[in-house]
């Protein structure tokens, strides 16, 4: 019979051992404090269904009159059991759990984990110019489509509705880019290990460019609306303060350090999928605030189109060129293709291996089924989300299912710093304050 007691949770006893039972005790526990202390301190629930707090995210506030004397951040409420869920599919499979994560910057997902993948296998060498170029292209591309939520949900919580309107607009055009290229417009697992699952479909790098041309001209609505408006300027200048020292104590990383004037970017000071190749500034601020998060989100979408510009150019002379490694042991899916139907194997493939080869139908048939073997070991492969460092730390036993995936999420570090922006500012500072972190619970439940 276990001893352990946690006061939040009640427990008992099965076959498998002790199960525990989270009953929200905190709250009652709380609520008990109040009236204890000489000054009367008030304790509210904000959340997990405050438009303000992104979904699931629990704020429990300790307030003085208008002035918030203790904050206290409650997540879990998104739990999808993905880390765990890896653990019993191939390696490949892998990358349709983990594109769910973070479901604002999934190509990002994606691309720690397969990096990771790779380094594993020793193939990092061996990844296609094309396939990386496309994996670059894609993730500023994405980069785009998370900054414009996080731009146009920041000013409608803080009162402002047409930017939101503007943002998502926007977002529909690089999303509609994700559809053409991946056939979906979301959580595409589109990039694998080895490479890409399919090549860019005819007339991408046009459409791509025209994309840009649009974007780039459609950025300056919300930059005339919102920089230096001064209602704008009143409710972000000074709000959710946190210093260069506070964000490296708390291991805070994106947006929210470069706001302190650190040019933090692991695309510069560690590079990968050929990063070092593109020619991009880091931007930074000084103002340590929400303004200084809002301005580097907006100036950053300049910087993700110039390396799409980048990106389109050396694709016009990779025509043709492999998205995926040579070798077929890994090289899995086979061929897709986007048909009338959605995207699945080529009708061509399908033929050949059906009709004239057995041993590719073989092949074909084991690597779907079992997947690939990775050499025993363990990686950590990060990138640079849009919120900040996305580490993967990927572990094999030598088997076709990964051992062990646990993610370094930046949106559960840059939560730690809630309370350090919130105590002591007023309740309404709260909500731009949180939504100059930018979290999505998706990646912090995983």
Not at 411 to 423: D, I, K, R, V
Request: net charge negative.
């Amino acid at each position: 019979m276990s001893t352990y007691a946690d006061p939040y949770a009640s427990s008992r006893e099965t076959t498998e051992g002790t199960v525990f039972s989270v009953t929200g005790g905190d709250w009652d526990s709380l609520v008990t404090e109040i009236g204890q202390a000489k000054e009367e301190r008030v304790v509210v629930n904000m959340g997990p269904q405050h438009p303000s707090t992104h979904g699931v995210l629990r704020l429990v506030l300790e307030l003085e009159g208008e002035t918030v004397t203790e904050v206290r951040c409650g997540i879990g409420y998104l739990h999808t059991g993905i880390e765990k869920n890896i653990e019993f599919r191939n390696w490949t499979q892998a990358t349709t759990f983990v594109t769910r994560m973070d479901y604002l910057a999934p190509l990002f997902n994606e691309a720690a984990y397969c990096l990771g993948v790779e380094k594993l296998l020793g193939i990092t060498n061996d990844v296609p110019e094309k396939a990386n170029v496309i994996r670059v292209m894609m993730m500023e591309f994405n980069r785009i489509s998370s900054h414009m939520v996080a731009l146009g949900t920041g000013a409608l919580e803080l009162g402002a509705l047409s930017p939101m309107i503007f943002c998502f607009r926007e977002r529909e055009k690089v999303l509609d880019i994700f559809e053409f290229i991946s056939g979906l417009r979301m959580n595409m697992a589109y990039i694998r290990p080895g490479g890409v699952a399919q090549d860019l479909p005819a007339g991408a790098v046009d459409k791509i460019l025209a994309t840009v041309k649009d974007l780039r001209h459609s950025f300056k609505d919300n930059e005339k609306l919102l920089v230096g408006n001064s209602i704008w300027m009143k409710r972000t200048e000074g709000i959710g303060y946190l210093d260069l020292a506070g964000a490296t104590t708390l291991g805070v990383t994106g947006p929210v350090i470069r706001a302190t004037g650190l040019p933090l970017d692991l695309r510069k000071i560690q590079p990968y999928s050929g990063y070092e190749n593109y020619k991009f500034d880091v931007v930074t601020a000084d103002t340590c605030d929400v303004y200084g998060r809002f301005l580097i989100r907006i100036n950053e979408l300049e910087q993700s189109l110039r390396i799409i510009e980048q990106c389109a150019e050396k694709l016009k002379s990779l025509e043709g060129a492999p998205v995926m490694v040579a070798d077929k042991k890994i090289a899995w899916p086979a061929q897709l293709a986007i048909g009338a139907d959605g995207m699945g194997n080529s009708l061509n493939h399908i033929r050949e291996i059906m009709g004239t080869s057995m041993e590719s139908l073989i092949h074909h048939f084991k690597l779907v089924t079992e997947g690939f073997r990775v050499p025993a070991g363990q990686v950590y492969s990060a990138v640079e989300s849009p919120r900040g460092e996305l580490g993967a730390h990927v572990v094999s036993d030598g088997g076709t299912r990964p051992y062990r995936v646990h993610f370094r999420e930046p949106s559960f570090n840059n939560l730690q710093s809630t309370s350090a922006m919130c105590e002591g500012s007023m309740v309404a500072d709260i909500i731009g304050a949180v939504a100059s972190i930018d979290p999505v619970m998706g990646g912090v439940d995983r």
